[in-house]
């Protein structure tokens, strides 16, 4: 789980420093990929079913991206919940 809390926070850490559009599509696309091989590995149903919610979250950033990545207050809230989610997965609260 620490490559998912690390992917993460490298989303929030590309969002507070304005990358490029291009360049977050492919780190919401990483990151995914992780969380998808990650519910492959997971144990049990509880962690299947977060891992899911976390792949349909990152999907919904990746499809509206275009469109409101350029609103100040999405781009702090996609930062601010990528974040929590770096910090859930790096203390095991996710597990």
């Known amino acids: 789980m620490t490559s998912i809390a690390a992917a993460f926070a490298d989303i929030a850490e590309q969002i507070d ?41 990152l999907a919904r950033w990746h499809e509206v991206w275009p469109r409101l990545g350029g609103q100040r207050d999405f781009r702090s809230a996609v930062a601010r ?5 770096s910090r859930k997965f790096s203390a095991g609260q996710a597990s």
């Open 17 to 57: 420093g304005r990358a490029q559009e291009e360049t977050l599509r492919e780190v919401f696309a990483r990151t995914q990929t992780l969380c998808q091989e990650a519910v492959a590995r997971a144990s049990s149903a509880d962690m299947r079913q977060l891992l899911g919610n976390v792949q349909a979250a």
């Open 81 to 85: 919940e990528a974040r929590l989610w």
